[in-house]
Structure formats: structure tokens, C-alpha cells
T-cell receptor, first 116, second 111 residues
Framework: NAGVTQTPKFQVLKTGQSMTLQCAQDMNHEYMSWYRQDPGMGLRLIHYSVGAGITDQGEVPNGYNVSRSTTEDFPLRLLSAAPSQTSVYFC???????????????FGPGTRLTVL | SQELEQSPQSLIVQEGKNLTINCTSSKTLYGLYWYKQKYGEGLIFLMMLQKGGEEKSHEKITAKLDEKKQQSSLHITASQPSHAGIYLCGAAAGTASKLTFGTGTRLQVTL
């Protein structure tokens, strides 16, 4: 298994440009999530999905769109990039737990995005 | 919303010394994750705790969950340079697809 893969690893954008960060997992996980990591602020949840066709907003969703047409893929779209979106983006996936049981969240290697 | 506070924010220890990192939640903890992140890299899963009083160990790292105190601790015994990195705790907010993270503890291990 490749686990959780993210592309690209690095990206530089100009303000106003749009782009899509790709995330894929080959573990047949129902849950997938996008986080951003900024210095001194830990990781913050952007959007998440509990299954194909189902997405919801996290803590910092503004300026981002997601869709989940397949179990494997969960792309994150930046509609009009802003310097405030300069960050490291992580995708994660996990199996659905039963009741209050949780499962390990697997993280991708991250995408380092700079918006000029 | 749930908030996680980690302490200390940074730590420098001499190789061979023991250390403890704490993660305190503003709400009841149901699922608590510990991750390690090497500088500029992704997150490596260490352990997950789900029950009050639960304790798990992996090599020289032990994590405990104190449900009453809404706190988890991560203890490293006989630290090594390979333990250096950022340690992050994350709490499940109703579903494992939504984790709230602490701001991390930066660990340096000196020779």
C-alpha cells in the first residue's frame, strides 16, 4: 500500500490564482480530512469527509472547496489564492470507528504552499 | 469547541534523560492521539488512547490518559537524538475524521 499520497510537494502561487491539491489513499478508508499547519498554531481542520459524496466544513473552511466523488480521492481546491493561505497542507484518512471507537489517522507527507 | 494545551512548548534534554509532555483538554477526552513530526516532514502516528486510565507503550515512549483530569501525558525514557522532533496531541471531536490538535511540543535532545 502507498498509504496517503499528496501532490504536489511544493507549490508557489500568485495572489488570485487557483489550484487543486491532490490527496489519494489506497486503504479503502471512509474518513478523509484536510488540515493546514501554521507556525505556533498546530494543525487546523479545513474540510472533512465521512464517505464518498459527503463533505463538511472544519474550523477554517473559507477560501477552500472539496469534493469526494470516490472513496480514494479527496482534492482540496483553492479558489482564489491569498497570502494568508501560505501554509503546509496535510491530508489524512482513517477507517470509520464503531460507536465511540476511533481508529488511527494516517497522514500524507504534506504540500508546502506559498502564495505571493 | 475543544481546545488542547500542550506543555511545555519546547524542551531541551540531555541524551539519556527522561521527559514528560502533557496535553490538557478543555473538554472530555474520548479519543486522544499522539503524533511525532520531524522538522519539515509529515506526522508519524505514535499511539491512540480511548479509555480513562489507559496506558500504552511503544519502545521507550509511554502515553497515559487521565479522564478525570482531561489530560494525557507522553513519557520518554532514556531519550535519544532520534526522539527529537515536534510532538503533537490530537483529540477526536465526535468522529475520527475531525481532530483538534495542540500547538505541539518541540523536543531537542543534546549529546
Amino acid at each position: 500500500n502507498a498509504g496517503v499520497t499528496q501532490t504536489p510537494k511544493f507549490q508557489v502561487l500568485k495572489t488570485g490564482q487557483s489550484m487543486t491539491l491532490q490527496c489519494a489513499q489506497d486503504m479503502n478508508h471512509e474518513y478523509m480530512s484536510w488540515y493546514r499547519q501554521d507556525p505556533g498554531m498546530g494543525l487546523r481542520l479545513i474540510h472533512y469527509s465521512v464517505g464518498a459524496g459527503i463533505t463538511d466544513q472544519g474550523e477554517v473552511p473559507n477560501g477552500y472547496n472539496v469534493s469526494r466523488s470516490t472513496t480514494e480521492d479527496f482534492p482540496l481546491r483553492l479558489l482564489s489564492a491569498a497570502p494568508s493561505q501560505t501554509s503546509v497542507y496535510f491530508c489524512a484518512s482513517s477507517l470509520r470507528g464503531s460507536g465511540r471507537a476511533y481508529n488511527e489517522q494516517f497522514f500524507g507527507p504534506g504540500t508546502r504552499l506559498t502564495v505571493l | 469547541s475543544q481546545e488542547l494545551e500542550q506543555s511545555p512548548q519546547s524542551l531541551i534534554v540531555q541524551e539519556g534523560k527522561n521527559l514528560t509532555i502533557n496535553c490538557t483538554s478543555s473538554k472530555t477526552l474520548y479519543g486522544l492521539y499522539w503524533y511525532k513530526q520531524k522538522y519539515g516532514e509529515g506526522l508519524i502516528f505514535l499511539m491512540m488512547l480511548q479509555k480513562g486510565g489507559e496506558e500504552k507503550s511503544h519502545e521507550k515512549i509511554t502515553a497515559k490518559l487521565d479522564e478525570k483530569k482531561q489530560q494525557s501525558s507522553l513519557h520518554i525514557t532514556a531519550s535519544q537524538p532520534s526522539h527529537a522532533g515536534i510532538y503533537l496531541c490530537g483529540a477526536a471531536a465526535g468522529t475520527a475524521s475531525k481532530l483538534t490538535f495542540g500547538t505541539g511540543t518541540r523536543l531537542q535532545v543534546t549529546l
